[in-house]
């Protein structure tokens, strides 16, 4: 079974809408959680963290619920410039203090005019 | 300005052929790590370094090896041994090794093996 799963998708979108991202993983030992943002043919960056008590940075909402292993990004009010892949990561120690990241294979949105 | 730098963007090489991908970061982090990403794939961990002179294999290390001389350096070493080698490949540092501390990702090197 893989580390984290997510819906490929794609969605697609018009502006305005909201849509929301889902991520499982697998291994309950995991530590901390991220939602990273890859636009096309480029680097991974970071969107936000996600903590146990849920945040939110301006349209950005993340969720996690720990007893379901379970992760959700919500976007409101999209824009076009929200087109992106959206890869789900988390974190977890195997004895050492790596803090190695483990990948989604990420969900593809569309922002559409 | 800060950052992670790799070089070159795109590299085309012939199978069989050894190839260095360059990684320098200036942010003064002590924890470096290569990814290869494939289509469709999430990215996989190749090797990661948490100090000058140390490094240990990721999970899909086989055909490719590192050295960790400076702090600033990664260099990373795609060998004939590697199957399948055509791949974008992303070097990340992140100030030192930890669940919590984010990485920072370089622009990546596209790897074209014929």
């Known amino acids: 079974r893989k580390e984290v799963e997510q819906d490929p998708g794609p969605f697609n979108v018009p502006e305005g809408a909201t849509v929301a991202f889902n991520c499982t993983y697998s291994n309950s030992a995991s530590q901390s959680f991220f939602w990273y943002r890859q636009d096309c043919r480029k680097e991974p960056k970071l969107l936000m963290s996600?903590?146990?008590s849920g945040n939110e940075d301006g349209r950005f909402t993340a969720q996690l619920n720990r007893a379901s292993q379970y992760i959700s990004l919500l976007i409101r009010d999209s824009k076009l410039s929200d087109s992106a892949t959206y890869l789900c990561?988390?974190?977890?120690?195997?004895?050492?203090?790596?803090?190695?990241?483990?990948f989604g294979r990420g969900t593809q949105l569309t922002v559409w005019p | 300005d800060g950052g992670i730098t790799q070089s070159p963007k795109y590299l085309f090489r012939k199978e069989g052929q050894n190839v260095t991908l360059s990684c320098e970061q200036n942010?003064?982090?002590?924890?470096m790590y290569w990814y290869r990403q494939d289509p469709g794939q999430g990215l996989r961990l190749i090797y990661y370094?948490?100090?000058?002179?140390?490094?240990q294999k990721g999970d899909i290390a086989e055909g490719y090896s590192v050295s960790r001389e400076k702090k600033e350096s990664f260099p990373l070493t795609v060998t004939s041994a590697q199957k399948n080698p055509t791949a974008f490949y992303l070097c990340a540092s992140s100030i030192r090794a930890g669940t919590t501390y984010e990485q920072y990702f370089g622009p990546g090197t596209r790897l074209t093996v014929t």
């Open positions: 996600v903590y146990s």
């Open positions: 370094s948490q100090i000058v002179n140390d490094f």
């Open positions: 942010l003064n982090h002590d924890a």
């Open positions: 990561v988390v974190t977890h120690d195997r004895g050492s203090t790596l803090g190695r990241l483990y």
